[in-house]
């Protein structure tokens, strides 16, 4: 039996990271439709999947994710977002998220310090926005934990 499912619902990104693997970036338009997204849903409910990790490029940025966790959670499926927390309007959307019963928060962090992390991510002040939103999630009462990625 399936387990878990990780779907990455956009390309679109705020951060630059050298080692991008999903070729990400600000201008990559590359989306899931909502549509196939709760086709997915269906299959994955239907095959007996447990989890659902949504990532992406930066999840925050699919204007459907509210939605997209709120639907897995009625079918009885937990969900895990993979972000860097590197948002403008990273709490408020965080609080809808554990209102609709979303399970855990998973920040991407790159080195224990500012400035290795910055420099992987090629954006200044990202890891400053990634542990203010990891310490915002964890006030919360949200799960959170941290993907190290060297």
């Known amino acids: 039996m399936l387990s878990d499912v990780k779907i990455e619902l956009t390309w679109r990104c705020n951060l630059n990271c050298i080692h991008c693997s999903g070729n990400a970036g600000q201008d990559?338009?590359?989306?899931?439709s909502f549509s196939d997204y709760m086709r997915i849903l269906s299959e994955?409910?239907?095959?007996?999947?447990?989890?659902?990790?949504l990532s992406g490029g930066e999840p925050f940025l699919w204007e459907h994710l509210e939605?997209?966790?709120?639907?897995?959670?009625?079918c009885g499926?937990?969900?895990?977002i993979y972000t860097s927390g590197n948002v403008p309007d990273f709490t408020p959307r965080m609080r809808t998220l554990k209102n609709v019963g979303a399970k855990k928060l998973v920040f991407s962090v790159f080195a224990g310090s500012a400035a290795r992390h910055d420099a992987t991510t090629r954006v200044v002040g990202s890891f400053d926005n990634t542990m203010r939103a990891l310490d915002c999630t964890l006030r919360s009462g949200l799960d959170a934990q941290i993907h190290f990625v060297p």
Request: hydrophobic content about 50%.
């Open 67 to 74: 939605s997209a966790a709120e639907r897995a959670v009625g």
């Open 44 to 53: 994955a409910k239907a095959m007996g999947v447990a989890r659902i990790d």
């Open 28 to 32: 990559n338009s590359v989306e899931m």
């Open 77 to 80: 499926i937990e969900v895990s």
